[in-house]
């Protein structure tokens, strides 16, 4: 069956600390993948997407992502974690139809000062 | 660019009233448009997709009769829920494609509507 998996519920970093989000999926063909954040009580913002090309993506406020075809995984990551990021993050994949998103069931993250 | 907007932010309502959500693409025509519900500390669930002019359609488990779509147009969607009880409240977000080039893989979203039913 098709899956998006993010294995960790929630994180906690200090601050300045690196981070590294897990996802990963079960499909049978290579996905558009996508990392969303949300902050309380608002909608999705978009952080970074992968379609084809180079697997190491760059997206917004210094996070990155890698997708690795053998692993099905496409973790979301940071060097250094500001106290503003603290959030839920959810990873999304979509097949070429667009109209499969699946998200995955969030990973919320602490920021410790 | 890309911008998708709901309205109304939140709302309160009586159990038994019907409530309509809107969502609009402001700045690029959206062929196909996708409604969400949220509930707490959960994940995004697919409720409908809709397609501009076009019935929409529910995913699994998803009441047709209760949350009602509309796509009347490219930059407006509409959800209705009737008869609104408490275990109707959630959070209710849209999102938009428009099905052009590389973006057509990718959903733009809206902010959200807290609804609470009373």
């Known amino acids: 069956a098709q899956s998006v998996t993010q294995p960790d519920i929630h994180i906690t970093v200090s601050e300045g600390a690196s981070l590294e989000l897990r996802c990963n999926y079960s499909?049978?063909?290579?996905?558009?993948l996508f990392w969303y954040v949300q902050s309380p009580g608002q909608g999705l913002q978009l952080l970074l997407k992968?379609?084809?090309?180079?697997?190491l993506v760059q997206g917004i406020k210094g996070f990155e992502a890698e997708f690795k075809r053998s692993q099905s995984s496409f973790n979301l990551r940071k060097p250094s974690v500001h106290w503003s990021d603290a959030a839920e993050y959810f990873c999304?994949?979509?097949?070429?139809?667009?109209?499969?998103?699946?998200f995955g069931a969030g990973t919320r993250l602490t920021v410790k000062p | 660019g890309a911008v998708v907007s709901q309205h109304p932010s939140w709302v309160i309502c009586k159990s038994g009233t019907s409530v309509k959500i809107e969502c609009r693409s402001l700045?690029?025509?959206?062929?196909?448009m996708f409604w969400y519900r949220q509930f707490p500390k959960q994940s995004l669930m697919l409720m409908a997709t809709?397609?501009?002019?076009?019935?929409?359609?529910?995913e699994q488990g998803v009441e047709k009769d209760k949350f009602l779509i509309n796509h009347a147009s490219l930059t407006l969607s509409t959800l209705t829920v009737t008869s609104a009880h408490p275990e109707d409240s959630s959070f209710y977000i849209c999102?938009?494609?428009?099905?052009?080039?590389?973006?057509?893989?990718?959903?733009?979203f809206g902010p959200g509507t807290r609804l609470t039913v009373t």
């Open positions: 999102s938009a494609s428009n099905l052009q080039g590389e973006s057509s893989y990718e959903q733009y």
């Open positions: 499909y049978g063909a290579t996905p558009y």
């Open positions: 992968y379609f084809s090309g180079d697997t």
């Open positions: 999304a994949v979509g097949l070429y139809n667009n109209n499969d998103m699946r």
């Open positions: 700045d690029f025509q959206a062929t196909t």
């Open positions: 809709s397609n501009e002019g076009s019935k929409a359609t529910y």
